[in-house]
């Protein structure tokens, strides 16, 4: 509400107006601001005269923030209901595509670039099929990890977007670093690399460069757990700073025709799920734009060690 809404009440209250009830916004000494519900009585003398008003100003914050809280979670649990109904629909054609692909795994006509095209088919359908039974709840977090070599999901990711890389002049820069291998779930991970892959190449659709950057590192919180930091930078248009705060919320996207607001929500809930973090930096403006997403993710097999390079 705006400010100058107070003397608009007075007069209507003076003209014998109905009182009004009425919320706005407060801001305190330190810069935050307040969600401030206003209530607003009349004072009258001894001849029936309104002379004045009384008000009780009441600090709404906390029930804001929870009714915003009770909105996302009833959005949310809507959603799910949804994204299981469709994922049981899915399990059908899943199942017979899976078929068909072994089938073709057995065909002798199939030359070497053919099979490792079908070999990235089969991982995205790996992937497809975890996701579905994330969604109908039949995966549980007890499952077995396996070893997990960054740099080679990295690869994999690349080799899905090859055409779209190309299409949109995105030339890739990697260096890859880290010798440690984390431990975790290697669809899941991917499907963090993957959304933020995606989401790179769409933010620079003129062209650009895509650096994957990988190194042996320490959590920021606690120095004294090491892991493997993963940087997606892009040279694309950037984020603004407000928008920055809101990136991992679920149902927020700056993709306003096709983005669902849940891909960057899911991400960090994956990494935090395998004791890791995901940041963002980002600038605007002609001359420094471009994005950075940050992912740590911790290993407890430092002894395992993959081979480091640089290609561009």
Do not use: C
Not at 57 to 78: C, G, P, S, W
């Amino acid at each position: 509400m705006k400010k100058d809404r107070l003397p608009t009440i007075m007069r209507k209250l003076k003209e014998g107006g109905r009182v009004e009830h009425y919320q706005t916004k407060r801001r305190k000494k330190d810069g935050t601001t307040l969600d401030i519900s206003v209530s607003v009585s009349p004072v009258y003398d001894s001849d029936g005269k309104i002379v004045g008003a009384a008000t009780i100003a009441r600090d709404i914050t906390q029930a804001k923030a929870m009714e915003q809280t009770l909105r996302k979670t009833e959005k949310l649990a809507a959603t799910g209901r949804l994204a299981a109904s469709v994922a049981h629909e899915i399990n059908n054609p899943l199942e017979s595509v899976t078929n068909l692909l072994y089938l073709l795994r057995h065909n002798s006509s199939l030359d070497d670039k053919a099979r490792t095209h079908l070999t990235f088919a089969e991982q995205e359908l790996d992937r497809v099929a975890h996701i579905v039974k994330q969604t109908l709840g039949y995966y549980r977090d007890t499952s077995t990890t396996t070893a997990v070599e960054i740099g080679s999901i990295l690869d994999s990711v690349l080799a899905i977007y090859a055409r779209k890389l190309e299409g949109n002049s995105v030339l890739v820069n990697k260096r890859y670093k880290a010798t440690h291998i984390v431990h975790g779930s290697t669809g899941e991970i991917r499907q963090v690399f993957s959304n933020l892959i995606a989401n790179a190449i769409d933010a620079m659709p003129q062209g650009g460069q895509l650096t994957l950057a990988t190194k042996n590192s320490h959590d920021f919180k606690n120095g004294n757990t090491p892991g493997v930091r993963i940087l997606i930078a892009d040279t694309g248009y950037g984020i603004a700073a407000d928008q920055q705060k809101k990136l991992f919320q679920a149902f927020f996207t700056t993709k306003t025709d096709v983005g669902t607001g849940l891909g960057l929500w899911l991400s960090k809930n994956i990494v935090e799920k395998h004791g890791g973090s995901i940041k963002v930096r980002s600038n605007t403006g002609h001359d420094r734009s471009g994005t950075v997403f940050g992912v740590f993710l911790p290993v407890t097999h430092t002894e395992q060690q993959v081979p480091s390079y640089d290609i561009k």
